[in-house]
């Protein structure tokens, strides 16, 4: 059974960070790209970051580039996101996903909001 639990999110003003943590049971972790996506109200889910099983290649939406991080540990089955410099439009719900897996946490709430 695959488990998928997300962390870190908040309020937090314009121009501020968060580092949201996502931990994961039953796969094998490294074998997975893994995904972050948000929704915010009244909006379709989009993908925010990409990384590959080794971690040695990302890719992210423009609308974050540089200012976004995601990582991973795969010794912890963990992936993350450093968010730095946010913005109100990044006011979402935040989940991780193992790629090609129908497999989601509640989320995280991030509000962005002065």
């Known amino acids: 059974q695959v488990q998928v639990v997300e962390s870190g999110g908040g309020l937090v003003h314009p121009g501020g960070s968060l580092r949201l943590s996502c931990a994961t049971s039953?796969?094998?972790?490294?074998?997975?790209?893994m995904g972050w996506h948000r929704q915010a109200p009244g909006k379709q889910r989009e993908l925010v970051a990409l990384?590959?099983?080794?971690?040695?290649?990302?890719n992210y939406r423009d609308s974050v580039k540089g200012r976004f991080t995601i990582s991973r540990d795969n010794t912890m089955n963990t992936v993350y996101l450093q968010m730095n410099n946010l913005k109100p439009e990044d006011t979402a719900v935040y989940y991780c996903n193992p790629l090609g897996l129908n497999s989601w946490g509640q989320g995280t709430q991030v509000t962005v909001s002065s």
């Open positions: 990384i590959n099983g080794t971690g040695d290649n990302t």
């Open positions: 039953g796969i094998i972790f490294a074998r997975y790209t």
